[in-house]
């Protein structure tokens, strides 16, 4: 062992060579990259890259990349480790970290790394963070990944409740803690409800009432969508879900609010691997197949989706890996290949082939019949969808003479299932493929009252004002981030009567009633629906009417 004397000049000496190479960059000087192709040091030459790649001097870049390569550093740099994270240079870190894994020296790293969560510092263990993105037609629900999409300002935030969790010595759940999921799973439901409840009458006390929020019978397994991200662990594939605040997947076997089919399935497909000989795909080095697996289950008709989404088009033996699959899961109806080949936090790509049936399942919400594809937005409880459904379409007021819009429509649940209550029915929706399942669902529940159109709603309505047209009742369905002052004052244009305002981020709802206010809308009463048991997410349902 160096001594740490000598270990600590040595750092010294190269953060103030690292700030000379700096500055040398900022002032144009080109001959020193060359000494950083040299050293080794990943991050520096990251820097000289990024200063190549917009010169559009290709041919440096690949002789730099080519020097990473022939790089590698002594066993002294172990102890190094933590001082490079702190000083941003993690490249550096990384590539001694990979050493000592190859040495079987891994005990050191461990350390290390449990020193730093001792110490509430994750983002050093984990040196590459990813925050997930979810939109309403493509993952807009964050309950089952801790809301990863949370930022921070109202127009895109949405903080957490029971933001620290509740948690138990005995949980019931063996990665409740590094899930981060189901925030508040050890919690006695009956705290749950009040807990969010209080929250929710604090949030909304100066715009309206709030109801006593509605809870459910039988609070788990009841997520009909359930997502694995797939990695590689010690030679075997796991499968589970990113570690909160990081992109570290923690694997899991069973989830307390996931259909347990769907877990199942994806177990399966886990242990089918090897035999197939399918890589799960490495972010860090671009290489393997398989990404993610996604599972969507009609519980109502008992169909079942599997979505297998790879790095690329090219999947060995595809027809024989769904036969297997079916042999142990005969009640699977249909099999998808999504291929996702881009850096992303996004977990579907824009290319999809069928390997196995229609490319659709269906099941029945409020006696309705809907049609789901892979990337349509889909509510995950439909159990208490079917009591927020009948909220909203109570909330309304329908007559049977109303012309509705159904702003973010989707697959066209609410306005199809408010069309047996209104005399019209308008759905808007940005999302094509969306749009498309909302026609088809219309035919199959021969409803000739609602028609959906692919556009944006607020600029939709504002043609509409233009026209002259009028409207009673808009239902609005934003995603988890919110409206938008532009769709609001689009509303206020159009003067409907009434607007039923359906919430997933109950901070971002009380912002957009502000502005309702200012556009000459007041919220009247609120309910809340806890369509997210043992999250620290709710649904809400405002009624506002015109002053």
Known sequence: MIDNRLKKERFRKDVMEKGEKIKRVK????????????SGDKSRGKDFENKRGERGDGNRKKSVEKSWEKSAFKDSDRGEEKKWAKSGDKGRGKSVENKWEKGGDRNKGKNLEKKWREQGDRSKANSKEKVTEGNKDNFRDSSKY?????????????????????ERKNSICPVFQKCGGCQLLDMPYEKQLEQKQKQL?????????????????????????????????????????????????????????????????????????????????????????????????????????????TASPVFPSKNNFVKALREKHPEITTV?????????????????????GKG???????????????????????????????????AAG?????????????????????????????GVELNRDAV????????????????????DAGKFMVNMA???????????????????????ESVAKLKPEKVVYVSCGPETLARDLEYFRKMGYEARKGWGVDLFPNTGHTETIVKLCRK
């Open 27 to 38: 002032n144009g000087d080109r001959n020193s990259g060359k000494s950083t192709e040299k």
């Open 146 to 166: 801790g809301g990863k999409e949370q930022k921070k300002d109202y127009k895109n935030k949405d903080r957490s409740y029971g933001k620290g969790g509740y």
């Open 201 to 309: 009458a604090d949030l909304l006390k100066p715009y309206c009432h709030i109801e006593p929020i509605i809870g459910m019978k039988n609070p788990y397994y009841y997520r009909n969508k359930v997502h694995a991200v797939f990695d590689f662990e010690k030679g075997n594939p796991i499968s589970g879900v990113y570690e909160a605040n990081s992109h570290r997947v923690v694997p899991v076997e069973k989830c307390m609010i996931e259909d347990q089919k769907s877990d199942e399935i994806i177990g399966t497909i886990r242990g089918m691997l090897k035999s197939f000989k399918i890589r799960t795909y490495n972010e860090d080095t671009g290489y393997g197949l398989l990404r993610h697996v996604l599972v969507r289950r009609g519980f109502a008709t008992g169909e079942i989706m599997v979505v297998l989404v």
């Open 336 to 356: 998808i290949q999504n291929v996702n080949n881009r850096d992303t936090s996004m977990i579907l790509g824009d290319k999809e082939h069928v390997l196995y």
């Open 360 to 394: 659709f399942i269906e099941d029945v919400l409020c006696g309705y019949r809907f049609r789901i594809s892979s990337k349509s937005f889909y509510q995950i409880n439909p159990v208490q969808t079917e009591v927020l459904y009948k909220k909203a379409i109570e």
């Open 398 to 426: 329908l007559t049977g003479n109303e012309r509705v819009i159904d702003a973010y429509c989707g697959i066209g649940t609410i306005g199809i299932v408010a069309s047996s209550f209104a005399k019209e029915v308008i």
């Open 436 to 455: 498309r399942d909302a026609v088809e669902n219309a035919k199959i529940n021969k409803v000739k009252n609602a028609r959906f159109f692919c556009n």
């Open 466 to 488: 233009e026209n002259g047209e009028h409207v009673d009742v808009v239902f609005m369905d934003p995603p988890r981030s919110g409206s938008t002052e532009e769709f609001i």
